[in-house]
């Protein structure tokens, strides 16, 4: 390996990238990574939404001592946080998202999503205009 070049990523947990867009809406993100000459790609389609809530949390230090360098307790203390408030206040799990932060103390942020506008019922405009008992078979005609 040529002096100066590193096998430890360049972006990491500890030193992420953040983007902001300019307007809501689905946007296709493609994240790459690299390593000597092999290179891995995948790209996911993400709603960007404009207006979301978020509730910094904080933990027991016990958390942190009873799971010393343990990553994957991070994820999963997210997961469970986000299906137990769920629970107790009646929101939906898919619009809330904890994020647990790299380092120590234990810290996240719940992102609480507004939900998706309702879908408005249109009417018809011959629907309102004939009533249903003016088009059965006895109906009267009109010349």
Partial sequence: MPPGRSQ????????????????????????QAACGTSVLQDSKVVRVLDQFQVVPLQFSKDLDAHNPNTPEWREDVGLVVSRLLSKETSIPEELMVTVVKPGLPTLADLHVLLPPPRPTRKRSLTSD??????TGPGAPRTA
Avoid: C, H, W, Y
């Fill in 8 to 31: 430890q990523p360049r972006l990491s947990l500890e030193n992420s990238v953040t983007t902001r867009f300019g307007d809501p809406g689905d946007v296709r993100v493609t994240v």
């Fill in 129 to 134: 205009k004939v009533p249903p008992a003016a």
